[in-house]
């Protein structure tokens, strides 16, 4: 098969930023194809959010995303936000729910967003055109994209091909390459939203306490986090530790406050006076699970020592750790895991306005290709919506 038809515009990518941009193109009335070479649209809303899809959050600003350029991000959020999601998802009746930190899932199923968005595309006449193996992609209004299934032309071009994570089920490097071609710098990236590994005694620890997760608070630099923190047989992960991991930098060390609500130092020289004999982890017990309560005590030396018999200055050092953990994670699971990709095809080279390149009118880019990576919560679906909103609103 080999079909040339002129269209307005060629979305590559039916993920959650091509589809919202197909959609809103073919309901302005443009002629629309979108190339995918998955088999099915939309997989990673799919999986998200353990099926249920985070698919916003109550409260979304540019505070909550990290890019080169922090107001990248600002016009998109402004002008389709969270409120413009939610009457969508009102109109098809898709029923949700308000979890902490102003978090919003499906009650029912992700699979309900992505039959939105296809309904929403086929309302539209949009053609999608899936299993398409996408090869040399040339021209510049009009663009052509070679395929396993015919070739494609359109005026416009909007690469919403997403980032390099979760190459399992189809993440590629498709768009820093097509921007590169097209002369696009692009952000190096990297994974971020992603549990963190560790190498040596602190492995032998963390391994020992596999499965335990505490509310905690996490800090790089000037950053920080307070949710919970859970220990893996690979090192740390949890939602604070996916979130500090996008601000992490090889090398450096993050620090662990696994009570940050209590002067730990206070409390351990109180106990000392009140309860001599007591142990000092059935003391830590008392405020910690047990097994990480021993693990800490015994790596301040102190394990099976009566908190009456440790000197304050051993006990301002099991203090330290309590509360001021410092830990140089060894690296990252990786893209296997990583919830997003942080870097991308470079915002200086884009319109915030239209999401096209400043360099070539017609070539749009749009959700996580671009440099923008949001927080855990939500905010990369409300990228993708906003920035897939804008382009189908400017194609
Ligand atoms: P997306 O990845 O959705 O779509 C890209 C599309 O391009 C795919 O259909 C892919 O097949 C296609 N494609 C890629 N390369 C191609 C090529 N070479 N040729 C043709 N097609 C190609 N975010 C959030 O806000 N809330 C949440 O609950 C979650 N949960 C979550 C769980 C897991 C496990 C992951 C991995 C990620 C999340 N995320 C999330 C992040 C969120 O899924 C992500 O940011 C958005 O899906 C990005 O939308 P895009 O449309 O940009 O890319």
Same mark, same amino acid.
């Given at each position: =098969?080999?079909?040339?038809?002129?269209?307005?515009? =060629?979305?590559?990518?039916?993920?959650?930023?091509?589809? =919202? *941009?197909?959609?809103?193109?073919?309901? #302005?009335?443009?002629?629309?194809? +979108?190339?995918?070479?998955?088999?099915?649209?939309?997989?990673?809303?799919?999986?998200?959010?353990?099926?249920?899809?985070?698919?916003?959050?109550?409260?979304?600003?540019?505070?909550?995303?990290?890019?080169?350029?922090?107001?990248?991000?600002?016009s998109a959020l402004k002008r389709y936000g969270p409120a413009d999601f939610l009457d969508l998802m009102k109109r098809y009746r898709i029923a949700f729910h308000e979890r902490e930190h102003g978090q919003l /899932?499906?009650?029912?199923?992700?699979?309900?967003?992505?039959? =939105?968005?296809?309904?929403? *595309?086929?309302a539209g006449g949009v053609?999608?055109?899936l299993d398409a193996k996408i090869g040399a992609v040339t021209g510049d209004g009009p663009f052509r994209a070679a395929t396993s299934r015919g070739t494609y032309e359109a005026a416009a071009l909007v690469v919403a091909t997403g980032g390099l994570s979760v190459p399992k089920?189809?993440?590629?490097? /498709?768009?820093?390459?097509?921007?590169? #071609?097209?002369?696009?710098?692009v952000v190096a990236p990297r994974p971020g939203l992603v549990p963190l590994t560790f190498t040596g005694a602190d492995l032998d620890l963390m391994r020992d306490l596999?499965?335990?997760?505490?509310?905690?608070?996490?800090?790089?630099?000037?950053?920080? /986090?307070?949710?919970?923190? !859970?220990?893996?047989?690979?090192?740390?992960?949890?939602?604070?530790? !996916?979130?500090?991991?996008?601000y992490w930098l090889t090398g450096q060390s993050i620090t662990?406050?696994?009570?940050?609500?209590?002067? +730990?130092?206070?409390?351990?020289?109180?106990?000392?006076?009140?309860?001599?004999?007591?142990?000092?982890?059935?003391?830590?017990?008392?405020?910690?699970?047990?097994?990480?309560?021993?693990?800490?005590?015994?790596?301040?030396?102190?394990?099976?020592?009566?908190?009456?018999?440790?000197?304050?200055?051993a006990l301002a050092g099991l203090a330290r750790l309590l509360s001021q953990w410092p830990l +140089?994670?060894?690296?990252?699971?990786?893209?296997?895991?990583?919830?997003?990709?942080?870097?991308?095809?470079?915002t200086a080279g884009l319109s915030s306005k239209t999401m096209a390149a400043k360099s070539h009118p017609g070539l749009f880019f749009v959700g996580e290709a671009v440099d923008v990576a949001g927080w855990l919560g939500g905010y990369n679906f409300q990228w993708a919506w906003s920035s897939g909103w804008v382009a189908g609103m400017s194609v």
């Open positions: =098969m080999n079909s040339l038809f002129p269209y307005d515009v =060629m979305v590559i990518g039916a993920g959650a930023a091509g589809l =919202m *941009c197909a959609a809103l193109a073919s309901g #302005r009335g443009k002629r629309v194809v +979108v190339l995918d070479h998955s088999d099915q649209p939309g997989r990673k809303i799919l999986i998200s959010g353990g099926g249920k899809c985070n698919f916003t959050n109550r409260t979304v600003t540019p505070a909550q995303y990290l890019s080169a350029n922090p107001h990248y991000a600002t /899932f499906c009650d029912n199923s992700a699979a309900d967003i992505v039959s =939105m968005l296809m309904s929403e *595309c086929g053609e999608m055109v089920i189809g993440a590629t490097g /498709f768009a820093h390459t097509l921007a590169g #071609r097209y002369g696009l710098a596999a499965g335990i997760a505490i509310p905690a608070e996490v800090t790089f630099g000037k950053t920080k /986090f307070r949710e919970a923190v !859970l220990f893996t047989h690979r090192g740390l992960s949890g939602p604070a530790i !996916l979130q500090i991991s996008s662990l406050n696994l009570l940050p609500d209590l002067d +730990v130092q206070a409390r351990l020289l109180e106990r000392k006076a009140q309860r001599p004999n007591a142990q000092v982890e059935t003391i830590v017990g008392e405020l910690l699970p047990a097994r990480l309560a021993r693990a800490l005590v015994e790596r301040a030396g102190l394990l099976g020592r009566p908190i009456g018999q440790s000197t304050n200055a +140089v994670p060894a690296g990252s699971e990786g893209y296997r895991t990583a919830e997003v990709t942080l870097g991308g095809v470079d």
